[in-house]
């Protein structure tokens, strides 16, 4: 693996997102693979008389962490990778 790493933190529907967005419903995460996000969306036809089978964009990330996830659990996967800079010179 390389130097950089990319994860995905989705966070929660905030309150005033509710009213008009019904939660999450087009984002699915995998229980089985924790690196994939799948972003839906329902096609309909330009007349939107027509339903078709929904679209599926999947998105692979080294980690994603749902809505529900915790700082705790994130940083437990992430610790490794955060580099602390080393004491700075005290003034002189």
């Not at 995460?29 to 089978?53: A, I, N």
């Not at 996830?69 to 994130?74: L, V």
Request: contains cysteine; proline residues 13%; hydrophobic residues 35%.
């Amino acid at each position: 693996q390389g130097n950089i790493r990319v994860f995905c933190r989705v966070r929660p529907v905030l309150l005033e997102e509710s009213e008009w967005q019904q939660g999450l419903q087009h984002l699915r995460f995998s229980p089985q693979d924790p690196k994939v996000l799948v972003l839906t969306r329902p096609d309909e036809s330009h007349m939107g008389r027509e339903q078709r089978p929904e679209l599926l964009y999947d998105f692979t990330f080294d980690r994603v962490f749902p809505p529900g996830a915790s700082q705790q659990e994130i940083f437990q996967e992430v610790q490794l990778l955060v580099q602390v800079p080393p004491n700075p010179l005290p003034p002189a």
